[in-house]
């Protein structure tokens, strides 16, 4: 089955940058839809942002517009998240996710809709 693996978290400062990678082995990235979350202690897992098989429809959550970038790359079967102007609030563990289904604007943050999940990778945004 498709395998996910995250990386490129780490301990930030406030106002910092970081990319996050999602790389898939097993089986071809381009088959499916990707969507990266993250988890807070003590909070539920949110969806931070999403994209379709080619890269043509994405979304993101209201606390990431503005500052995080989805993209992909499926001639390396990896998806990047880049996040700018981080803030001590985006500190979370944060996944890939992926799923055969294409999502829609109304469900594409629903953690149940997604089949297959990496390890995480941890963000710290501390001073």
Same mark, same amino acid.
């Given at each position: 089955?498709?395998?996910l693996v995250?990386?490129?978290?780490?301990?930030?400062?406030?106002?910092?940058s970081?990319?996050l990678?999602c790389a898939a082995?097993?089986?071809t990235l381009?088959d499916?839809i990707i969507g990266?979350f993250?988890?807070?202690p003590?909070?539920e897992?949110e969806?931070?942002s999403y994209?379709?098989?080619?890269?043509?429809?994405?979304?993101?959550?209201?606390?990431?517009?503005?500052r995080? %970038?989805i993209s992909?790359?499926?001639?390396?079967d990896t998806?990047y998240?880049?996040?700018?102007?981080?803030?001590?609030d985006? %500190?979370?563990?944060y996944?890939c996710?992926?799923?055969v %289904?294409?999502?829609?604007?109304?469900n594409w943050?629903?953690?149940?809709?997604?089949?297959y999940?990496?390890q995480g %990778?941890q963000?710290t945004?501390?001073?």
């Open positions: 089955q498709l395998q995250e990386s490129g978290g780490g301990l930030v400062q406030p106002g910092g970081l990319r990678s082995s097993k089986f381009d499916y990266w993250r988890q807070a003590g909070k897992r969806g931070v994209i379709s098989r080619r890269g043509g429809s994405t979304y993101y959550a209201d606390s990431a517009k503005g995080f %970038t992909r790359d499926n001639a390396k998806v998240l880049e996040m700018n102007s981080l803030k001590p985006d %500190t979370a563990v996944y996710a992926a799923a %289904t294409p999502m829609y604007r109304s943050g629903e953690p149940g809709r997604y089949v999940w990496g %990778t963000v945004v501390s001073s």
